[in-house]
C-alpha cells in the first residue's frame, strides 16, 4: 500500500469517528462552520470563537461534506461558513473548475434547504519545496490551481459571502509565507489569526 493510499484510509476512519461527534451535537446552533483540516484543526478557544460549531475532519473534501449534510440540516443554522474543497484535487483527481462546481452545488444546497446564509471561504495556497513542506500532504496541487477556483468563486458568488483570504497568505513570492504554516498547508497559530479575523467579522453581521 503506498503512502497516499495509507493516508486515505487513515481519513476514512478519522471520518466515520467525527461523524459519531457531530451527531451528539445539540440543535439548534446559530453558525456552523464546515470543511476540512482547516476547520479540523481550529481551537476555537484561542480565538474567542466559542459561539461557533464546528464541523472539520481532516483530510475531506466537498463529496464527503455532502453525504453529512444531514448533520448541518438538523442543527438549523441561522449562517453556514463552508471551508472546503482544495482536497478534491488530490483525493478525488477533480480539476479546479470541477472543485469550483462541487463548492457552489453545496453552497445552493445548504442554502436551499436549511435558508441560511451560506459564507465560503477561499482556497488557501501552499508553498513547495521549503524546508517545511510536506509533500503527501500537498501533493499535486499548485497555487495555480487553488487560484483558478478561487477565481471562479469570485466570479460567481455576491462578494458578501465570498471570503477571500488568500492573498493575506502569501510571501513576497506568491507562495504560503512559511510563517504562517507548519507544513506548506496547513496553518499554524499566526496563520490562524488571520483566517478567524475573517470568520469573526462574519459572526459581528
Known sequence: MDAKQMM????????????????KIEPPKDVVLVGDSM???????LYNLLDITLQGIAGDTTKGVKERL???????????ILSIGSNDLVILNETPKKVAENILSL?????KETHAKVYVVSMTPVIRDHDISNPLY??????????EINTILSQTLNHNVFI???????DENYNLN????TDGIHLN?????????????????
Open 8 to 23: 486515505i484510509d487513515r481519513i476514512q476512519k478519522d471520518y466515520q469517528r467525527k461523524i459519531k461527534l457531530f451527531e
Open 39 to 45: 476547520v479540523a484543526y481550529l481551537n476555537p478557544s
Open 70 to 80: 444531514d448533520l448541518i440540516y438538523r442543527l438549523h443554522p441561522k449562517k453556514v
Open 107 to 111: 453552497a445552493y444546497e445548504i442554502e
Open 138 to 147: 500537498i501533493s499535486n496541487r499548485t497555487n495555480e490551481m487553488l487560484e
Open 164 to 170: 477571500d483570504l488568500y492573498n493575506d497568505l502569501l
Open 178 to 181: 512559511p510563517t504562517y504554516s
Open 189 to 205: 497559530q499566526k496563520g490562524y489569526e488571520i483566517y478567524t479575523k475573517y470568520i469573526k467579522d462574519i459572526l459581528s453581521k
